[in-house]
């Protein structure tokens, strides 16, 4: 089903016209599901995407059981914060690394408010409370303002949080972002670093590379490696094809992107942080909390065990029953 799901999204993304057929069916879809309690609603999603299988709620132990029991239960206030592409920035600041930061051109409260003809000759343009929603523009005379302004505004009228019931996008305030276009290499995409963070340690990393086109659209044919914390590539597939391991070279400050992302992952039971390295120098992506929506493909079957193992349920009871007091 997600693959046909994939295949779909990729041939009407082709064109505008079918990307407004994909952005309606998708609305549809996803209002259509509104009334169904979210435990149910996780049940649902588990069992289409794991072969019937059912979720474990009283001793989950795969990457996505777990991931769905924390999504759940796991309500630390802190993750609204840290989901908030805007106000996370203040977050990586108290963590003492503001230098990582992505230089910010502008913030805006709604897409009437942008003053376009102040902004840079080229700019990335996201909203702060959802995935997907990214304006890229290359080259003022020839950006596409009325294509971005469409999209800007389906983007701050969507309420992300009901996509894959993530509640901690419920309570963000709205915001568009505009930054510095973070670019690749004349032989590659952007790379993006995902690292895997258990409890503050990182035991696995994702490998992404080009997970957005020139508009700035997420792309469906993007590829990705698994690795351990030491940058060890590993034989599983976790939703994207692999590409060839020659293609990304460990970065000479790899160790320096490892303790960072483990001193932003700290206050978590399970999170994963991405970062960018461009020429040397460390960027923030973003932190995202639950992997896919908390929904993914891993294969071989035995990885969803061991992905799983370092998350913690634990951990993130007691965070619960001390009202997160150990992690604020």
């Known amino acids: 089903m997600n693959m046909i799901k994939s295949t779909l999204k990729k041939y009407l993304s082709r064109n505008k016209f079918g990307d407004d057929i994909w952005y309606w069916l998708h609305i549809i879809n996803v209002n259509s599901k509104r009334i169904i309690p979210d435990k149910k609603f996780f049940e649902i999603s588990y069992k289409k995407s794991h072969s019937k299988r059912k979720i474990n709620w009283d001793n989950p132990v795969t990457f996505d059981e777990k991931q769905l029991w924390l999504k759940l239960y796991y309500r630390n206030p802190l993750c609204i914060q840290c989901s908030d592409k805007y106000l996370a920035r203040e977050y990586v600041k108290k963590c003492g690394y503001g230098e990582i930061l992505n230089e910010l051109y502008a913030v805006y409260d709604s897409v009437d408010d942008i003053k376009w003809d102040s902004l840079p000759s080229r700019y990335y343009m996201k909203t702060n409370h959802m995935s997907g929603c990214n304006v890229r523009c290359n080259d003022t005379m020839t950006f596409d303002r009325k294509d971005a302004i469409k999209r800007l505004k389906r983007g701050m009228h969507h309420d992300y949080s009901i996509d894959s019931r993530e509640w901690n996008y419920k309570k963000i305030k709205r915001k568009i972002i505009v930054e510095k276009i973070i670019e690749g290499s004349k032989h ?75 001193k932003l992952s700290g206050n978590f039971p399970f999170c994963r942080v991405d970062l960018y390295n461009v020429e040397g120098k460390i960027i923030f992506g973003e932190i995202t909390f639950f992997h896919s929506g908390g929904i993914s493909s891993i294969y071989p079957l035995e990885w969803e065990e061991i992905l799983g193992n370092d998350i913690s349920i634990d951990l993130a009871k007691k965070q619960i029953n001390s009202n997160y007091i150990d992690c604020m």
């Not at 590409?243 to 490892?258: D, G, R, S, T, W």
């Open 188 to 262: 590659l995409p952007l790379i993006d670093f995902r690292f895997l963070c258990y409890g503050g340690e990182c035991k696995f990393l994702f490998v992404d590379i080009g997970t957005a086109n020139d508009e700035g659209k997420h792309l469906e044919d993007a590829r990705r490696n698994v690795y351990d914390r030491n940058m060890n590539i590993l034989d599983v597939k976790v939703s994207r094809d692999t590409f060839p391991e020659y293609l990304v070279k460990k970065p000479e400050n790899y160790e320096e992107m490892v303790t960072c992302a483990e």
